[in-house]
């Protein structure tokens, strides 16, 4: 875990590419007039920092729910699933009609790069606002998008939406990136670690159960 996240810290960023799209006003930005690749760069930068001061301890015994003093990093770095979901869904509701297209494949840029980026955090939270009943409602907008860019989202959604089962993140994601900077699903991790903690007595007699132990640091060391 530390190794991967010193990994993380050290990496070569990847090839640069313009922050802005071409015929962007730099005097008069907005959202769409960034490049899609720049604004998962910074959605990747803010969820490492949150990732990067997690404790061990704040994944154990449920801690973030019974003592959530304890596990402060843990929790932001929980809600910026829903923060990202909310986000996605703002932004294609309140934008303007004649531009309700253009947002929805800049969106769809974004959560393809946070996937090419191994953010697979983000990519949950982001896949969930594109399939939201708000966003999924506006069909004509969806008939409207190219195939290309269509085919990029099914892709991701083919293993994205099930990322917070770690059998599939495992099977599908985990072997690309195992050794190389990643945000893996939190979600799932705490859900595992839950489950060994329900299935399994701390002592065996007056001894440690050393095969829970050894579950639990697995978990989190993979994480």
């Keep these: ?4 996240r010193g990994t993380i810290s050290q990496a070569s960023a990847p090839p640069a590419v313009m922050p802005l799209q071409a015929g962007a006003n730099p005097k008069n930005l907005n959202f769409l007039d960034f490049h899609p690749v720049e604004v998962a760069r910074q959605i990747c930068m ?13 994944m154990l015994d449920q801690v973030w729910q019974s003592e959530p003093n304890k596990a402060r990093n843990l929790i932001q770095l929980l809600r910026r699933v829903s923060a990202l979901k909310n986000w996605v869904v703002h932004q294609v509701i309140e934008v303007e009609a004649s531009n309700r297209r253009k947002m929805l494949t800049q969106l769809i840029g974004v959560t393809t790069a946070c996937y090419d980026l191994h953010n697979f955090h983000a990519v949950v939270g982001l896949l969930q606002g594109l399939q939201s009943p708000e966003v999924n409602s506006l069909a004509q907008t969806w008939e409207s998008i190219d195939s290309a860019t269509m085919e990029k989202l099914k892709n991701i959604q083919s293993v994205g939406s099930n990322l917070t089962s770690l059998r599939v993140f495992r099977e599908h994601a985990l072997q690309d990136c195992a050794e190389e900077p990643a945000i893996f699903p939190l979600e799932g991790y705490l859900n595992e670690i839950e489950g060994i903690e329900d299935a399994n007595d701390s002592y065996s007699g007056e001894m440690l159960n050393m095969m829970k132990n050894r579950k639990l640091c697995a978990s989190i060391t993979e994480f």
């Design 1 to 4: 875990r530390d190794q991967r």
């Design 46 to 58: 803010f969820d490492f920092s949150i990732l990067a001061n997690i404790r061990p301890l704040e």
